[in-house]
């Protein structure tokens, strides 16, 4: 079973993703840590981020060894990420490897962007999480804070705004909810009531899913 789930930052697409990878005993892919160590590298070769190809070289040799979760989920790092994310030579030395991943036997979980409509729109299923920009920059405001980083709430708030923006008006793979994507707003949801919905989602792909044995 494929599950894709895509959404905007810090909605909760991750949490979700990693419970039911959990859960359903399927591998998980974060897809944005793809984007985000090429935005990294990128940064710290001090890579011109318009020069597309350099870029797709990062991206086509990422190796994540020696880099840590903390390195690259900085404020930094993430509009790093949404920068090279909209170059589509960087997606496509990226659509492989993703694909890869998602058609392995047994399945598998990916969060991101674009699953559902771009790396596996076979997926069975597909979730698209969003909720209030105002919910999503308080979240990942008090988790950056309590990291030591030093921006206030309303830095957050249009740092945010801007990555939507960029993420959803690139020309390749827009940040965009597949039309068979069922939709959970997590604004006033606790992680476990989201997790919730996700999971019925599943469950009910699952009651549809014919059996290998045919019956
Ligand atoms: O989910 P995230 O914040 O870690 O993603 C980092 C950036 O990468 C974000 O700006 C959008 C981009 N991204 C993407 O374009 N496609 C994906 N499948 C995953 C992330």
Known sequence: MIIAI??????GKGTIARQLSAEYGLPYMD??????????IA??????FDDAQALADIAESLNFQGYTDDELRTAEVGQAASKVAAVP?????????????????????????????????EADVKLWIDA???ARALR????????????????????????????????????VAAADAVLIDTTH??????VD????????????????SGD
């Open 89 to 121: 030579e960087v997606r496509a030395a990226l659509l492989n490897l993703q694909r890869r991943f998602a058609l392995q036997p047994g399945g598998a979980v990916l969060d991101g962007r674009d699953i559902g409509t771009v790396i596996c729109p």
């Open 31 to 40: 897809t944005g840590q793809l984007y985000r160590l090429t935005g990294l």
């Open 132 to 134: 209030s920009v105002e």
């Open 6 to 11: 895509d959404g905007t930052l810090a909605s």
């Open 197 to 212: 919905k996700a999971r019925a989602v599943v469950e009910a792909a699952l009651a549809k899913k014919p059996t290998p």
């Open 43 to 48: 940064l710290a070769a001090e890579v011109d």
């Open 189 to 194: 949801l606790s992680i476990d009531a989201a």
């Open 140 to 175: 990942r405001w008090k988790e950056l804070v309590s990291k030591g980083e030093t921006l206030t709430l309303d830095e957050m708030i249009s740092q945010l705004k801007e990555r939507d923006e960029r993420d959803k008006s690139r020309k390749d793979a827009p940040m």
